[in-house]
C-alpha cells in the first residue's frame, strides 16, 4: 500500500513539475490546482475525542487539547486535455487517515469524454456526487464553514468511488439541469472505537440530480448499495456457535452483504449578500449497523470580507437500537459469561449511532486572494447514553452531555 502510495505521489509531482515548468507551451494542455487547510481545534470533552471524519482514530480532546488533525488537508489535481473531448484529472490529498498518518492517497484518477457538451462520460476513480459539496467538501476555502456539518456529511463518508460515471445537462430557460449517475464500488478504511478494517460497498449505484437558477439550487440523490463490514465477521462467528438462537441473531445482525440505501436531498439560496442553505438525509443499512437520519440549516451575512454564520443540525437513529440477544437463562453456567459477553458487545454495537444535535456560529475573513481565515464555534449536545460521533473513549467518559469545540484555520486555493 505504501509503495502504490509512493508511486502515486511520485506521478502526480511529476505531473505538477512538468505543469509549471511547460505552463507557457502546454497551457492548454495541463492545468494544475491545489487547495489546503491549516487548522487547530480544541475539545472541553477531555475523556473522548472529537473528529472530523468519523473513520479515523483521534482528533481533539483525550488525545490532544489542541489538535491540528481534525480540518488540516493538503490536496492538488493535474487536469490533462488531450482534446477538445478526451481529459484526465488526477487529484492526491494527504489528511489523517485511518492508521493516523497523512500518506497521500489518489482521490481522483479518472478519464472523461465528453460526447457532447453537455453529456460526458468518465471511467476509473470518481467521486461520489450525492450532497450539496460533494466536489468541495474537503475544499475548505469553497465552504462557508471550517467543516461539514457532521450530522448529514458523515452519513456518507464514503468520498470515491472505482467505476463508471455519466453526466447529462439540459437548459430549460433560465434553469439548468444536471443529472448524474455512478456505478462502481469501493474500499473505505477504519478505525474507530478499537475496531478497524475496511468498509466493502459493492454494486454501488448513484443517481443524483441538481437543478440550478440563479443564486437558487436544489440536490437530491439516491445510492443503493451492497455493504460488507469484516470487522464484525468473528462477533456474528462467536454467536453462531450458540445453535439457533445464537445463528438467527447472526442472520438478523451480520454486516455480510447487507444491503444500504441512502438518500439525500439538499437546497441553497445565495444572492450574494446573505446566503441560506439546508440538507436533509437518511441511510438505512440492514445488519448491525442500522441506520439514522439528519439534518441542518445554515445561514450567514456577508460584510466586505467578513461574514459571520450560524448552523443548527441534528442526527439520530432511525429505530430503537437494543436488542436481548442470547437468553441466558437456558445455557449452561460454564456458557453464560461468554454469552454475556457477546450480548454486552452486541449492543453496544448497536448503540453506536450518533445521536446529537450541534448549534454553531462563526465568522469568515477573505484576508487576501485565495487566503481565509475562519474561526467557529461548536456547541454539541449528546442525548442520555450516546456518544454521538465522538471517538477514542477513555476509563473516564461517560456517554451523554454537552461539549464544546472550537476551531480556528487558514484556507487557501490556487
Known sequence: MKTTHSLATGLFVALACNAVAGAEDHSDLFAFNAFGTFGIAHSSEGQADFTRNILVPHGTGASQKWSPKVDSVLGGQIAVHFTSTLS???????????????????????????????LSVSAGRIVTPILLFTDTRRISYALPWIRPPQEVYELYPVTNSDGVNMRWRTRFGETTHTLEM???????????????????ARH????????????????????????TLPAFAPLFDAFRQFGPEGQALAERYSADHRSSTYLGAGA??????????????????????????GWYVSTGLRYGAFTPYATW?????????????????????????VATALNATLNAALANVPDQSTLGAGVRWDFARNLCLKLQYDHIDLAPGNAGTL????????????????????????
Do not use: C
Open 391 to 414: 471517538t477514542n473513549f477513555q476509563p473516564g467518559f461517560q456517554p451523554g452531555g454537552k461539549l464544546n469545540v472550537v476551531g480556528l484555520s487558514v484556507s487557501f486555493v490556487l
Open 88 to 118: 484526465a484529472v488526477v487529484q492526491v490529498v494527504s489528511e489523517l487517515r485511518d492508521d493516523d498518518s497523512y500518506d497521500p492517497r489518489i482521490e481522483w484518477a479518472n478519464l472523461k469524454y465528453e460526447i457532447t457538451p453537455d
Open 313 to 337: 443540525a441534528r442526527t439520530r437513529p432511525a429505530h430503537e437500537r437494543s436488542d436481548p440477544g442470547l437468553d441466558l437463562t437456558t445455557l449452561p453456567s460454564e456458557s453464560v459469561p
Open 182 to 200: 455512478v456505478y462502481g464500488r469501493s474500499d473505505t478504511p477504519y478505525s474507530r472505537n478499537g475496531a478497524s478494517g475496511k468498509a466493502l
Open 204 to 227: 454501488q449505484f448513484l443517481l443524483r440530480t441538481l437543478l440550478e437558477r440563479g443564486p437558487l439550487s436544489f440536490s437530491a440523490g439516491y445510492s443503493p448499495s451492497e455493504l
Open 268 to 293: 441553497s439560496y445565495d444572492p450574494g449578500r446573505w446566503f441560506v442553505m439546508a440538507e436533509w438525509a437518511r441511510d438505512t443499512v440492514k445488519g448491525v449497523v442500522g441506520g439514522h437520519w
